[in-house]
């Protein structure tokens, strides 16, 4: 069974930067595409990001963050970070680190994405 706990949330003000980590356990980490999703209140969970198998592989971001946000993963630590600049208030959400397997490409779409997190709060003050 995979999990994958994410961690590194917090209160913090526009403008300031903070990293989430997503540490995965029980699977085979290299083979998944690993990405973010972001759900704030009264809102639907929205794609924020997505990296491929490598660590030094492609990645996509939502147009929201594009600039401001970057995905990493260590394969080695089983890891993906996301680490989020100049943050706005906007940006405030539950987010959640996601994997897919056997897909041939990052996906934008939560349905195919097989294993979660439980989620981490970022409130983002102005």
């Known amino acids: 069974q995979v999990q994958l706990v994410e961690s590194g949330g917090g209160l913090v003000q526009a403008g300031d930067s903070l990293r989430l980590s997503c540490a995965a356990s029980?699977?085979?980490?290299?083979?998944?595409?690993m990405a973010w999703f972001r759900q704030a209140p009264g809102k639907e969970r929205e794609f924020v990001g997505g990296?491929?198998?490598?660590?030094?592989?492609?990645?996509d971001y939502a147009d929201s963050v594009k600039g401001r946000f970057t995905i990493s993963r260590d394969n080695a630590r089983n890891t993906v970070y996301l680490r989020m600049n100049s943050l706005k208030p906007e940006d405030t959400a539950v987010y959640y680190c996601?994997?897919?397997?056997?897909?041939?490409?990052?996906?934008?779409?939560?349905?195919?994405?097989?294993?979660w997190g439980q989620g981490t709060q970022v409130t983002v003050s102005s």
């Open positions: 996601a994997a897919a397997e056997n897909r041939l490409y990052i996906s934008r779409s939560e349905g195919d994405y097989i294993y």
């Open positions: 029980g699977g085979t980490f290299y083979t998944y595409i």
């Open positions: 990296i491929m198998r490598r660590s030094d592989s492609s990645t």
